[in-house]
């Protein structure tokens, strides 16, 4: 497959990196302040339904209507636990705790196989790209964790004025990269936003479902990154 490819995009957090506090984590420390308890498999499948039943959602979601989205997601995921607590006392908590978490690039780390399928990617003769909804917060946890070195270009939302899943994004991403879209392969773990905004503007597309969000995805899924094994 490869010989048929210029270039290898990437999406950022939930594709290359994480949060060291998982996620789950995070939900049951602001249940347990509700003083609630919740068996941890099911609070998983919770997050991952809601997420999959909003994806649509989450495809619009920017700077002026971020809020009212994870304040729908949390309550979702309530609805699905069969909870009945205060939405808005819940919603706050939870913000609070995980813009603390997120704001803060020590909270970063690459998944367990990042490094290694990135570094096997540059062996190959292969344009190595970033497409991330982000602000300068990238680059910041990129430069701490020593990712930027594996790429030939990185393209911020914030800097270039466009979000994905918009055609715009990864035309520019394109452009920087010197290929067709049908000779690039982009990566990213989130449906609507990665993989429909990559072919709709003609990219191959891969989407990476670390917590099996998507099991009726229409696309080409995988688990982690660990697939890319067999370009290198």
């Known amino acids: 497959m490869t010989e048929e490819l210029d270039a290898v995009l990437f999406d950022l957090g939930g594709t ?3 949060t060291k506090v998982p996620r789950e984590d995070v939900f049951e420390e602001a249940l347990r302040s509700q003083g609630v308890e919740v068996e941890r498999g099911m609070l ?10 909003l994806d649509g959602r989450f495809a619009g979601v920017d ?20 909870l009945d607590i205060d939405l808005d006392v819940f919603a706050a908590d939870l913000s609070s705790r995980f813009g603390k978490l997120i704001s803060d690039e020590e909270n970063w780390v ?16 292969l344009k190595l790209g970033l497409i991330s909804n982000a602000t300068d917060l990238a680059r910041r946890v990129m430069s701490r964790l020593d990712l930027e070195g594996y790429f030939d270009f990185v393209v911020i939302s914030e800097e270039v004025g466009a979000r994905k899943p918009s055609r715009e994004i990864f035309d ?7 290929t067709r879209p049908s000779r690039a392969l ?6 609507s936003v990665d993989i429909l905004g990559a072919t709709q503007a003609g990219m191959n597309a891969i989407l990476v479902d670390r917590n099996d969000t998507y099991p009726d995805a229409q696309c080409l899924r995988v688990r982690d990154l660990n697939f890319l094994r067999r370009f290198f």
């Open 44 to 53: 998983q499948r919770a997050i991952a339904e809601a997420e999959h039943e």
């Open 16 to 18: 290359l990196i994480d």
């Open 63 to 82: 700077e002026t209507n971020e809020k009212d989205y994870w304040r729908e997601l949390d309550a979702t995921v309530l609805r699905k636990l069969g």
């Open 172 to 178: 520019i991403a394109l452009k920087r990269a010197g």
């Open 110 to 125: 690459p998944f367990p196989e990042t490094r290694e399928i990135l570094a096997g990617l540059r062996g190959r003769d």
């Open 186 to 191: 982009y990566i990213g773990d989130k449906f």
